[in-house]
Nanobody, 118 residues
Framework: QVQLVESGGGLVQAGGSLRLSCRASGIIFSINAMGWYRQAPGKQRELVATITGGDSTNYADSAKGRFTISRDNADTVNLQMNSLKPEDTANYYC?????????????WGQGTQVTVSS
């Protein structure tokens, strides 16, 4: 069973920074892409940023210029968030798509709360 464990959320003032990390564990043959999504109360889950195995990145417009997604190695993804705004407050979820025994997987972490105070 592939599992994702997130860390790094917390409370920060507007203009501050946070770094989220997510590590995948289990029997993993390959990871095609990892990413971060967020969900604020009363809103749908939305893309923040993704990164492929070839290190191609994709960002939501709201994240461009402020957030940076990166991979430490094949199974760990980070999200450096700078110049945080109150509207960035949400539960942030890690996602990974890859291949394990039995075929493809598409897994979500349990989420880590980010709260930005004004």
């Amino acid at each position: 069973q592939v599992q994702l464990v997130e860390s790094g959320g917390g409370l920060v003032q507007a203009g501050g920074s946070l770094r989220l990390s997510c590590r995948a564990s289990g029997i993993i043959f390959s990871i095609n892409a990892m990413g971060w999504y967020r969900q604020a109360p009363g809103k749908q889950r939305e893309l923040v940023a993704t990164i492929t195995g070839g290190d191609s990145t994709n960002y939501a417009d709201s994240a461009k210029g402020r957030f940076t997604i990166s991979r430490d190695n094949a199974d760990t993804v980070n999200l450096q968030m700078n110049s945080l705004k109150p509207e960035d407050t949400a539960n942030y979820y890690c996602n990974a798509i890859g291949r394990t025994t039995g075929g493809l997987f598409n897994r979500w972490g349990q989420g880590t709360q980010v709260t930005v105070s004004s």
